[in-house]
């Protein structure tokens, strides 16, 4: 299957943690292209209009990954920005994570799934369940190497 793994990533740790979904998805025979969203300026809480760089088309993916950190408890504004201006995803298969620095997932991290899944659904992609890695976590690894893992199988 051809998957997307779309990234928007501040600090890059979304991005790191996106690097080792791509290796599993890789490892499982799938052809894989990690991409990354660019907006042209930084992209603060609560911005609505955002200029981007790099948005990667996700038309050429059968499945896609979308990724993105918690900002001020929700879903990164770059990434709202970025799912509103996307096409169509009917027909594909899409599930993503989130990376969040409070521990908790309630700090945020449940809302941003919620968010990212629902932009997600407006565009008609058929939705599998949405993880969070929790970067303070002393279990970090292993939440990364859990969802790597789950994200892979889910394909």
């Not at 989130?98 to 449940?110: A, F, I």
Request: glycine letters at 10%; a neutral charge.
């Amino acid at each position: 299957m051809k998957i997307g793994v779309i990234v928007y990533s501040q600090t890059g740790n979304t991005r790191a943690a996106a690097e080792r979904v791509e290796a599993a998805l890789r490892e499982k025979g799938h052809d894989v292209m990690l991409e990354q969203i660019r907006p042209e300026d930084e992209v603060p809480p609560g911005t609505k209009h955002v200029r981007f760089l790099e948005a990667p088309d996700v038309a050429p993916y059968e499945g896609i990954v979308f990724a993105a950190p918690v900002q001020a408890f929700s879903l990164a504004s770059g990434m709202k920005a970025y799912m509103q201006q996307i096409g169509s995803l009917d027909r594909k298969k899409v599930t993503c994570f989130v990376t969040k620095q409070l521990p908790g997932k309630w700090t945020g991290g449940n809302h941003a799934i919620r968010q990212l899944s629902a932009l997600c659904g407006e565009k008609g992609a058929r939705l599998t369940d949405g993880h969070i890695i929790i970067w303070s976590s002393r279990d970090r690894e292993k939440l990364i190497e859990e969802t790597a893992a789950e994200i892979a199988g889910s394909f």
